[in-house]
């Protein structure tokens, strides 16, 4: 009888999903794997595009769902809701008895799923650790980097910070980032009638014409200046005269500043030439950007589907504040001439060539092996050798 392993995967927001759904296929697919999928926080929540309902769609089983959501959309409201999930979380993974939990990327819900798991001696898988950013995504990332046991980076270059972190070589698997495997494995031509399919509200689109995506998420560290922030972007895309397919923020502190900043420019301009949605599933996410003019906000889904795909992207303000990223970004302020004119520029350039940064598109497969096989222990020490170290404390004597 062939041991299966059981690996707890904690899906909290649409952009978790995507990020993480060719893992989910892959460890299905193993008989040496037993997959326990965790849905909680914005990805239970209509508002938030209801993300649980695509997940039972693409045929996945819910082991359990966690709702801890404090509502409010503030940093007190933020902190509350880390907390709330690590309580219920930390119920779950007793009842359910993972091996290994697999938490995704940077943001809230990552840090109270690698504090449970790992206060409670259970291994803490890790993907995207490594990277750059901007807000408080940056200190959440590098926190759970300390708290876990494997760590899967989405590129080369995180992969060796992730070893200058002082993390142990052979537990740093550089394979890509997940989310390029949908996008390298379906037909990526946009359905004619997938404006329709989901909705929405505004003004029509017609996919035969051509289109814009916008996706900008609060800024935690800057919050209170998210309604002017989104302000200038809407003014910017108003002014285009082109179609404009805008997504929903996310739950981070100060998104009711930017969906109040969206509600009142809808209701008071009823503009022409755009139209809002709260989410689409993973591949039609995909099939979106492939066939848009440029993505314009501050998701990181510019600069990685992004890159991966050679399509223009316009990214706004510091979200995305030193992230790695190809030939297809161009950088603007919170302004709306600057962020025009980069859209006008990026548009008339056209596709770049794509850019595999972020992978190839075999991170699911790699991840679920590694999942499998590879040996895991609690027991952490930083992997510094002493001349590391010396070497580090002479330089820093020396600035």
Same mark, same amino acid.
């Not at 999930?85 to 697999?102: C, G, R, S, W, Y």
């Not at 760590?151 to 070589?169: C, I, K, Q, S």
């Not at 979106?288 to 998701?299: D, E, H, Y």
């Given at each position: ?38 849905v909680g926080a914005s990805a239970l929540l209509h508002r938030f595009g209801n993300v649980r309902e695509f997940i039972e769609r693409d045929g996945f089983e ?41 938490t995704v990327a940077d943001r809230f819900e990552t840090i109270a799923t690698a504090i449970a798991a790992s206060y409670m001696n259970i291994p803490v898988a ?32 995180? *992969?060796? &910070? =992730? +070893? ?5 070589? !052979? $537990?740093?698997?550089?394979? #890509? ?31 035969? *014409?051509? &289109? =814009? +995506? ?5 800024? !935690? $560290?800057?919050?209170?200046? #998210? ?34 900043? =969206? ?48 399509v223009p992207a316009v990214n706004i303000g510091t979200r995305q504040q030193g992230r790695e990223h190809g030939e297809n970004i161009v950088h603007v302020d ?66």
């Open positions: 009888m062939i041991y299966q392993r059981k690996v707890c995967i904690v899906v909290n927001s649409r952009a978790n999903y995507g990020r993480i759904k060719s893992v989910l296929s892959a460890i299905k697919q193993r008989d040496d794997l037993e997959l326990q999928l965790v819910i082991s359990a769902t966690v709702y801890s959501i404090v509502e409010g959309e503030t940093p007190t409201t933020m902190a509350k809701s880390t907390g709330m999930a690590i309580m219920e979380l930390a119920t779950l993974f007793e009842n359910l008895k993972p091996d290994i939990v697999l890790h993907t995207q650790g490594g990277e750059v950013t901007g807000s408080i995504d940056e200190s959440v990332r590098h926190a759970v980097t300390k708290l876990s046991h494997i760590h899967f980076p989405a590129t080369e270059l995180a *992969a060796d &910070y =992730l +070893v200058r972190m002082g993390e142990d070589p !052979t $537990t740093v698997h550089w394979t #890509g980032c997940p989310a390029m495997d949908v996008v390298g494995s379906i037909d990526l031509s946009l359905p004619t009638d997938l404006f329709e399919i989901y909705g929405g509200v505004g003004a029509y689109i017609d996919p035969k *014409a051509p &289109y =814009l +995506v916008v996706l900008q998420h609060p800024v !935690t $560290t800057e919050y209170g200046r #998210g309604f002017d922030q989104i302000s200038e972007t809407l003014e910017a895309i108003a002014a285009l005269n082109i179609q404009a397919v805008w997504l929903w923020p996310n739950v981070d502190a100060g998104s009711d500043d930017v969906s109040k900043g =969206l509600r009142v420019f809808r209701e008071r301009r009823r503009p022409a030439n755009i139209h809002f949605y709260r989410n689409f599933a993973v591949e039609d996410y995909a099939r979106l950007i492939n066939n848009a003019q440029c993505i314009v906000g501050n998701s990181s889904s510019g600069l990685r589907e992004g890159a991966f795909l050679g919170h302004d709306r001439d600057q962020i025009r004119q980069a859209v006008e520029i990026q548009m008339n350039h056209g596709r770049f060539a794509p850019s595999k940064i972020f992978g190839s598109g075999d991170a699911g497969l790699r991840i679920a092996e590694l999942l499998a096989k590879q040996p895991v222990s609690v027991q952490k020490k930083l992997h510094y050798t002493f001349s590391d170290c010396g070497k580090g404390l002479h330089e820093a004597s020396s600035v």
